[in-house]
């Protein structure tokens, strides 16, 4: 039992400890679109037993004002709930607001949810989402946001 333990430990370790850009490669497929080169990426990540969430930031060269064509991400597995590209502000009301806005598991991850609420309030991007298993209940989340005043693109990828 302690061997099965350890590993265990060992495995979320080095999982915590990964800095691999789980969605580097689909942003094209995300905005609809190639934005070009990616000049700066940053990764934010909280995890706890069972719960995780991580924030990949995406900033492109290309600052022209760009309005993301069609989020494809995942679009063949049914059993997401899928929200494609919406202009912010994203409705206060919703549970998703509270999962990627008021996220308090860290610094970096409260900095970061504070960044994406001001695009929110400023209404200058977009938004998407993929929930599992409904909007009402999202357990498994994956939120888009597009900011289109710095060419930057969030996706946070959040369990709970």
């Not at 609809?32 to 934010?44: A, F, I, S, Y």
Request: hydrophobic residues 40%; negative net charge.
């Amino acid at each position: 039992m302690k061997n099965i333990l350890f590993i265990i430990l060992v495995c979320f370790i080095a999982i915590s400890c990964s800095h691999d850009f789980m969605y580097a490669d689909e942003t094209a497929n995300i905005l609809g679109t190639d934005m070009g080169e990616c000049v700066e990426k940053k990764q934010v990540s909280c995890e706890a037993i069972g719960e995780w969430f991580i924030c990949e930031t995406y900033e492109f060269k290309n600052k022209a004002k760009t309005t993301p064509a069609h989020n494809s991400l995942y679009r063949t597995d049914w059993s997401w709930v899928a929200q494609d590209w919406l202009k912010l502000p994203i409705c206060s009301n919703s549970e998703i607001n509270n999962i990627v806005f008021n996220y308090s598991g860290s610094d970096k991850a409260k900095a970061i949810s504070r960044e994406m609420e001001e695009i929110n309030a400023s209404g200058c991007g977009y938004y998407s989402f993929l929930a599992k298993p409904s909007i009402e209940d999202p357990r498994y989340l994956i939120m888009c946001i597009f900011d289109t005043n710095k060419s930057k693109l969030y996706v946070v990828d959040a369990h709970l």
